[in-house]
């Protein structure tokens, strides 16, 4: 699968940074990056397939639920494939670190940028990573809405970009987990991230429930709205009926029951609607 990214969230963050007159260099320059970065990371030979591990018992019991529970709603989803979403997930979060980390690279080598501590720091991909959030960062990449549907559609799921946050947060804690145990040390740094990264997909997961829930209740809503114009249409329907046959033989014509029934105010409707009905109680009754 091609690895597309976009970084029209980076050009926003760093707007102030970005000389005005240079915009168009500047967007010319994500082009650019969209080439370069791929065979960047192909060179770094990562994984295509990563196994998940839901045990974590040296991060807790509270970390060790968390991370069995999400494991265990993965696999149900994705079943043989998930170590191929996690080694995607891994191959995209690499991209993202590096395609942002390059342009600031880029950008300062041709003075598109100021150059400054801050600057420089984000143009290698572990400075732009500590600086930036790899969590977030990650996110934004795969808030493209190109990215999203190509996922959902190659695995067949709604929300895969939510699955990868959680599949690379459980490898990272596969990782601070087996660094406890081979070294007696913490990457907090790492944790954070995976954390984050869990989080991020619960609230991104939540919101697009709540606004599911909400479509379906506009839905719903509408589709109230109409059964009540269908019931209050029908009723007015009848009444002109009831008054047409009534006084059927005063009327000349059509037109002029029509007339005669939009002067009386029996209905809040038009005249081209009540003329419509007494066309249609004037025809032929089918025989069947």
Not at 88 to 97: C, E, F, G, Q
């Amino acid at each position: 699968m091609k690895v597309d990214v976009n970084y029209e969230a980076v050009l926003n963050a760093f707007e102030s940074e970005i000389d005005s007159l240079r915009s168009d260099e500047i967007r010319a320059l994500t082009q650019e990056i969209n080439q370069l970065v791929v065979p960047l990371v192909e060179k770094m030979a990562l994984p295509k397939n990563i196994e998940l591990r839901p045990e974590v018992p040296l991060l807790g019991n509270f970390l060790s639920r968390k991370v069995s529970r999400i494991y265990e709603k993965l696999l149900e989803k994705h079943k043989e494939r998930l170590p191929l979403l996690a080694g995607l997930a891994n191959k995209y979060y690499r991209t993202a670190m590096c395609g942002g980390a390059l342009w600031f690279k880029l950008s300062l080598e041709r003075k598109q940028i100021a150059d400054n501590e801050f600057t420089r720091m984000r143009s290698t991909e572990d400075g732009y990573t500590k600086v930036e959030g790899g969590a977030y960062m990650f996110y934004n990449h795969l808030a493209d809405l190109s990215l999203q549907e190509t996922l959902d559609a190659t695995y067949g799921h709604k929300h895969v970009a939510d699955d990868m946050l959680e599949a690379i947060g459980i490898y990272w804690l596969n990782q601070v987990n087996d660094e406890m145990r081979d070294r007696g040390t913490i990457d907090f740094e790492l944790l954070g991230e995976a954390l984050e990264a869990m989080e991020i997909a619960n609230g991104n997961s939540m919101w697009d429930g709540a606004m599911e829930c909400a479509r379906e209740d506009i839905s719903n809503q509408r589709s109230r709205a109409a059964q009540k114009r269908h019931k209050e249409n029908y009723e007015m329907k009848e009444q002109v009926s009831k008054y047409y046959r009534e006084n059927k033989d005063q009327f000349k014509s059509h037109d002029a029951a029509a007339e005669a029934i939009l002067k009386a105010n029996l209905v809040p409707v038009s005249y081209r609607t009540i003329r419509g009905w007494i066309t249609e109680f004037n025809k032929p009754q089918s025989a069947c």
